[in-house]
């Protein structure tokens, strides 16, 4: 079956310091990627996605390439601010018939000033 | 916004009571879904539906039952809650637009359910 391993956490950082959330995944064929950021008290919202190999997802600083040689969705940022603390999911959605996604168990983010 | 309303947003319950949390959309998607979510255990799929009268069973079933009986309303029901269903619930749907928006999953802000 499908599955998403992401790093586990927490991670820590200090403001504007770069940030790495690894996620590789196991499916068949072309799945879309996700991430997923949750806020404390609040539900997930989606962060970014990338549908096909090679395609980048970016928003609000936050950037992930689809690397289907290394089935890898890396969440990167380059300069964290105490904002984006908050758990950082990543999720992959089959491709063709089957909509049941897969989590990752989520990595929590906590930046200090 | 995809238009996802959860209900009630937070409950306190009794041991063997039933429960009834409500899912509601507006925009006729048609994948909806139930996640319970829980520390050191991520999300997990309760129960899922792909249209009216179809639903399935996820990876955590047992305790609950779903029924989705028009395309708006999804609702998840604890028959008999017990306090190892406390957990925060959240309601998710895939818009009908399907592959051409890549399976996107938005999600509902959740229902804090305490069971004393």
């Known amino acids: 079956g499908n599955s998403v391993t992401q790093m586990e956490g927490p991670v820590t950082l200090s403001e504007e310091a770069f940030l790495t959330i690894n996620c590789t995944y196991t499916?068949?064929?072309?799945?879309?990627l996700f991430w997923y950021v949750q806020y404390p008290g609040e539900g997930l919202q989606l962060l970014l996605k990338?549908?096909?190999?090679?395609d980048k997802g970016s928003n609000k600083g936050f950037e992930a390439t689809y690397r289907k040689e290394t089935t890898s969705f890396h969440l990167e940022k380059g300069s964290v601010q105490v904002s984006d603390s908050a758990v950082y999911f990543c999720?992959?959605?089959?491709?063709?018939?089957?909509?049941?996604?897969?989590f990752g168990r989520g990595t929590s983010l906590i930046v200090h000033p | 916004d995809a238009g996802i309303t959860q209900s009630p947003r937070h409950k306190v319950t009794e041991t063997g009571t039933p429960v009834t949390l409500r899912c509601h959309q507006t925009?006729?998607?048609?994948?909806m879904y139930w996640y319970r979510q829980d520390p050191g255990h991520g999300l997990r799929l309760i129960h899922y539906?792909?249209?009216?009268?179809?639903?399935d069973k996820g990876e955590v079933s047992d305790g609950y039952s779903v029924s989705r009986s028009k395309t708006e309303d999804f609702l998840l029901t604890l028959e008999s809650a017990t306090s190892s269903q406390t957990s925060v619930y959240f309601c998710?749907?895939?818009?009908?637009?399907?592959?051409?928006?890549?399976?996107?999953?938005?999600f509902g802000e959740g229902s804090w359910l305490t069971v004393v």
């Open positions: 499916a068949t064929g072309y799945p879309s």
């Open positions: 998710a749907i895939t818009p009908r637009e399907g592959q051409s928006s890549g399976n996107t999953i938005y």
């Open positions: 999720a992959l959605s089959p491709s063709g018939g089957s909509y049941i996604p897969t």
């Open positions: 539906s792909y249209g009216v009268k179809d639903t």
């Open positions: 925009e006729n998607h048609r994948y």
């Open positions: 990338a549908t096909k190999a090679d």
